[in-house]
Nanobody
């Protein structure tokens, strides 16, 4: 199983970026999917999650600015980030709770991270 994230880059304050993450491999079922971020010198923190049925959860710091969505048919999760602030600068990681073919356990998988830099 692999999670491949893309879409990071440099953006000015107030700008927008969209991140995407695709799950591939021997996947039977994808449950919750999410985005986390880690700024320099800080611990990794939750940004947003989306459940299989579509319910979402956001960190207070991004509510109203970020939107998480998923495509169940394509096993992708996206994060639309608007009104970006310098404090949003971080490496963003996608993750997913996955059940693999032939297994009953639910395991968490992580993408490789994509850098978002918000600076003028």
């Amino acid at each position: 199983v692999q999670l491949q994230a893309s879409g990071g880059g440099l953006v000015q304050p107030g700008g927008s970026l969209s991140l995407s993450c695709v799950v591939s491999g021997g996947v039977f079922r994808v449950n919750a999917m999410g985005w986390y971020r880690q700024a320099p010198g800080r611990q990794r923190e939750l940004v947003a999650t989306v459940q299989r049925e579509g319910s979402t959860n956001y960190a207070d710091s991004v509510k109203g600015r970020f939107t998480i969505s998923r495509d169940g048919a394509k096993n992708t999760v996206s994060l639309q980030m608007n009104s970006l602030k310098p404090e949003d600068t971080a490496v963003y990681f996608c993750n997913a709770e996955i059940i693999r073919f032939g297994r009953s356990s639910r395991d968490i998988y992580w993408g490789q991270g994509t850098l978002v830099t918000v600076s003028s």
